[in-house]
């Protein structure tokens, strides 16, 4: 099982290019997660999903779009980039009960804004 | 709003010495306690506390909760200059849609030195 994979690794845009992240998860997980790592502040939580076709707003939603349309995937946009959104971005999953409450990290896309 | 804070921000040790990070939170209708260790990718489990399970241990990391205090520690010891990551607290609090959705602290940077 790969477990939860990102794609780019890494990516350098100028101020108002848009870009799309993939998230894909092998785990039959129910809920997704976006999240972004600046220093000294932790994960910050964009967007989440608690199924396929849903998605709802985290922390830090101002400046991105979700996608869930298939249970495996999820995509985070970013329709006009700007330097504000430099950042390390982790996609996360998890199962859907109350008990296990263990996330599920993928790799990370270090994202980089001029 | 939940919230957690984590100190120090970051620490400095020589191998072999014990050290313990804390994490104090706040959250509404509080479920679990989440500790996960972050060397230069993406977190990776490590503990989760729970109100009928307070103490954790795993080779030289253990971690308790208390919940009368609204606050959990992780300590490690005889250190190796491996252990050096950042170590991240989350809390996961009770929520109608079930799930896990987390709310992470800043972080501890734990640094050991040889």
């Known amino acids: 099982n790969a477990g939860v994979t990102q794609t780019p690794k890494f990516r350098v845009l100028k101020t108002g290019q848009s870009m799309t992240l993939l998230c894909a998860q092998d785990?039959?997980?129910?809920?997704m997660y976006w999240y972004r790592q600046d220093p000294g502040m932790g994960l910050r939580l964009i967007h989440y999903?608690?199924?396929?076709?849903?998605?709802a707003k985290g922390e830090v939603p101002d400046g991105y779009n979700v996608s869930r349309l298939k249970k495996q995937n999820f995509l985070l946009g970013l329709e006009s980039a700007a330097p504000s959104q430099t950042s390390v971005y982790f996609c996360?999953?998890?199962?859907?009960?109350?008990?296990?409450?263990?996330?599920?990290f993928g790799p990370g896309t270090r994202l980089t804004v001029l | 709003e939940d919230k957690v804070v984590q100190s120090p921000l970051s620490l400095v040790v020589h191998e072999g010495d014990t050290v313990t990070l804390n994490c104090s939170y706040e959250?509404?209708?509080?479920?679990?306690l989440l500790w996960y260790k972050q060397e230069k990718k993406a977190p990776t489990f490590l503990f989760m506390l729970?109100?009928?399970?307070i103490e954790k241990k795993s080779g030289r990391l253990s971690s308790i909760l208390d919940k009368k205090e609204l606050s959990s520690i992780l300590n490690i010891t005889a250190t190796q200059t491996g252990d050096s990551a950042i170590y991240l607290c989350?809390?996961?609090?009770?929520?109608?849609?079930?799930?896990?959705?987390?709310?992470f602290g800043e972080g501890t940077q734990l640094t050991v030195n040889p």
């Open positions: 729970t109100s009928s399970g």
């Open positions: 959250v509404t209708n509080f479920r679990s």
């Open positions: 996360a999953s998890s199962y859907s009960d109350r008990v296990r409450n263990e996330q599920f």
């Open positions: 989350a809390v996961a609090g009770l929520e109608e849609t079930s799930g896990s959705r987390l709310t």
């Open positions: 785990m039959n997980h129910e809920y």
């Open positions: 999903s608690v199924g396929e076709g849903t998605t």
